[in-house]
């Protein structure tokens, strides 16, 4: 890649305007053969990307191309919102549709779609928005609403856990600017997540983990509980603890090893240390259930798992 369009890519997300190439130096037939020989992609009119980058972007990392993309090319002023500010914001977009790029504009009387962007209608407030690597996008509190109510509960969950986890807003402030939204479509779907959505939650598998507790019928579990012997020894921090019956549920996704690695760790001894503290919660009388991300393609199973567990413990205890 040349040196000016990396410079001015890695400024906006990849992506470099065909007005910013013409002032780096490149020509009009200079771009063109780029294009024709797909050393350079057009992911809008006007708008290119490296073709080595292009491939190598995830899906939401291409998103994020076009939000800079598309905040660059249009004539009116708008709010990078909904699913865009998710990915703007560096939050989790599981379950998302990242098809579109949605912004909010006060200046419109009914939404519409044009040229891949999802204009929404709607009063922005003062404190509904703040930039964001030079873009302005929706709130944090304002963000999960507008998520909520155009997407599947789970999905919304997934990114309401993730805003309350980063500590910007409560769920308290979230209820109150809800409560001014109320007649606004989806906002039904928007307070049910805000009443579910939890910031103990770590990650994607923990917050679909929650969910799907509440789909198969189980009570909702305390998270993260700190699991201690009788002597006062911390054996370790819990994903899930159910109260009532004396079991553990902990999420074992892959990138949770990551986290877990100290530098230079090998990641088998952190797979070792796991077992030793599953163990060590056994020894306690503790049920442990492991959830992996099989389990939600089967539910019903991982139900039967659970109340298993419960049984045990009921067993345990003698039956109370």
Request: hydrophobic share 40%; with cysteine; aromatic share 8%.
């Amino acid at each position: 890649m040349d040196d000016a369009f990396a410079a001015i890519a890695a400024r906006q997300g990849g992506v470099v305007m065909r007005s910013q190439a013409l002032a780096a130096g490149y020509t009009e037939a200079e771009i063109s053969r780029r294009l024709r020989r797909k050393q350079w992609v057009a992911i809008r009119r006007g708008a290119y990307v490296d073709r080595a980058v292009f491939d190598a972007m995830s899906r939401e990392q291409r998103h994020l191309a076009m939000i800079h993309a598309v905040v660059r090319s249009l004539d009116k002023p708008a709010v990078v919102s909904h699913n865009s500010a998710v990915v703007l914001r560096g939050l989790p977009a599981w379950g998302l549709d990242l098809s579109l790029v949605h912004v909010s504009r006060g200046d419109l009387h009914s939404p519409r779609i044009e040229a891949g962007v999802h204009h929404h209608a709607g009063e922005l407030r003062d404190d509904d928005m703040e930039r964001v690597d030079g873009i302005w996008v929706t709130s944090p509190a304002r963000t999960a609403i507008d998520t909520a109510r155009i997407n599947a509960f789970e999905a919304a969950v997934v990114v309401t856990d993730a805003i309350l986890h980063r500590g910007r807003v409560d769920k308290g402030a979230i209820l109150d600017r809800l409560d001014s939204m109320r007649d606004w479509p989806g906002t039904c779907n928007s307070g049910r997540v805000v009443e579910f959505a939890d910031g103990r939650s770590e990650s994607v598998g923990e917050s679909r983990s929650r969910v799907t507790f509440d789909m198969i019928g189980l009570p909702r579990p305390d998270l993260q509980r700190v699991i201690t012997a009788p002597d006062g020894e911390i054996i370790g921090r819990s994903d899930f603890f159910f109260d009532d019956f004396d079991t553990v549920g902990e999420f074992d996704g892959r990138l949770k090893y990551g986290r877990l690695l100290k530098p230079g760790q090998d990641p088998g001894e952190v797979v070792w240390r796991e077992k030793l503290r599953e163990d060590r919660m056994r020894d306690l009388g503790f049920e442990v259930v492991r959830i992996v991300w099989f389990d939600f393609a089967n539910r019903p199973a991982l139900a039967e798992r659970f109340r298993a567990a419960f049984a045990r413990a009921r067993r345990r205890r003698g039956g109370r």
